[in-house]
């Protein structure tokens, strides 16, 4: 007679009667068949089973193509490692150590999620949000660049061009000259970067009385800030007749420079009887004339000062001086050459004093003047004395 034995039926559509747990269910073979009679299914006259009624021979075993009790299924030689059946006759499913390629990407049979393939089966990538031991520093499941965990599953740092959380800047460089310098912090004076084309120092702080100000630029004599240990004064110029010299020194009796309204003098010493007195008062009528003094020929007791290499003229213009003051004198255009200085537009007529630096022998008038010799009135006037002397 004949009689259906196996089973027609789809792998992926044939759930189990225990209901569907995920898996596939179980197999039998497609046949059908004239038994004998006997009972075991066999076709032949004689049959070949062992009698029992199941079937089979009693060697069971995996791959024979027929569901044996501890098997989930067995299509016999259908079976593979790639197959809906595994080569140990379980349905295929992840976790199982079996490859299954129309459904599985890999399948390692172990639940590490730090391997090569994953939860799911899947093969591990970048994003995934599963850190693959030895290819990965960090994987945060998306693709963020901002987060700390870039889409190249490597930890975010300043130079890589992504600005992260706490940083201001990130340029993709660790050049400190840019306005992004290797802390990613924005550039700014104080930084103790250079900034390449703004600042011209940059000393890592905001003091302003070190070699570098605080607008980045060198201490100068003349800045308006006094430079500790470098300047005594700095009072933004450089006029050198006030209370701070153009060298930044607190003008002071004896330095040199005349302190404006407040010395007479200052020849730069301490001595006496040159000029100019210890104290900065002058001891001649031109306080700037110099170091040596002489009566300035009026024979008016006025003391006029000069220098050692002063030419006859120099000391002409400067006895002039101590007498009409400090740039008051010119030349007196006219007799004698034009070798004698006066009060400035004042001329030759009565009232005038002359200063003379050359001899007139041949004057039109007498006396005959010599070098240094003081006239009044100035044109044929008497002589007064002679600043030379």
């Known amino acids: 007679m004949f009689g259906v034995v196996g089973v027609v039926c789809v792998l992926s559509a044939c759930p189990s009667g225990d209901g569907d747990d995920g898996r596939f269910t179980t197999f039998t073979t497609n046949a059908t068949t004239m038994d004998n009679g006997d009972g075991d299914s066999e076709t032949g006259a004689e049959g070949v089973g062992d009698g029992d009624g199941d079937g089979d021979t009693g060697g069971e075993s995996c791959g024979d193509g027929v569901v044996d009790p501890g098997e989930e299924c067995d299509l016999g030689m259908a079976n593979g490692a790639d197959a809906a059946c595994t080569p140990a006759c379980t349905i295929a499913e992840c976790g199982d150590g079996y490859h299954y390629s129309q459904v599985e990407d890999c399948d390692d049979g172990n639940a590490d999620n730090t ?56 340029d993709g460089n660790m050049d400190d000259s840019d306005n992004c310098p290797g802390t990613c912090q924005l550039a700014f004076c104080g930084d103790g970067f250079l900034q390449a084309g703004f600042e011209i120092c940059d000393d890592g702080n905001m003091v302003n009385t070190d070699a570098c100000l605080n607008t980045c630029t060198p201490a100068v004599c003349g800045d308006g800030v006094i430079q500790d240990g470098v300047e005594d004064c700095d009072d933004n110029n450089m006029v050198d007749t006030d209370a701070c010299t153009a060298a930044c020194g607190v003008n002071v009796c004896g330095d040199g420079v005349v302190y404006e309204g407040v010395e007479d003098c200052d020849d730069g010493n301490m001595i006496d009887n040159d000029g100019c007195a210890p104290d900065c008062t002058s001891l001649c009528a031109n306080p700037n004339g110099g170091g040596l003094t002489a009566e300035n020929g009026t024979n008016m007791n006025v003391t006029y000062c000069y220098n050692q290499n002063d030419s006859t003229q120099v000391r002409a213009q400067k006895a002039c001086e101590s007498h009409f003051g400090e740039g008051q004198c010119c030349v007196i255009m006219g007799g004698y050459n034009s070798q004698q200085y006066g009060q400035c537009n004042g001329g030759g007529g009565d009232g005038s004093i002359h200063w003379h630096w050359d001899s007139h022998p041949d004057g039109h008038c007498d006396p005959f003047y010599v070098p240094g010799d003081v006239v009044s009135p100035g044109w044929c006037g008497v002589i007064l004395g002679n600043f030379t002397d």
């Open 115 to 170: 391997d090569a393939c994953v939860t799911g089966c899947k093969l591990a990538s970048c994003g995934d949000g599963f850190v693959q031991t030895d290819v990965e520093v960090c994987d945060d499941g998306n693709d963020d660049e901002t987060d700390g965990c870039n889409s190249m599953c490597m930890l975010g740092s300043c130079g890589d061009g992504v600005v992260q959380a706490g940083e201001q800047c990130d």
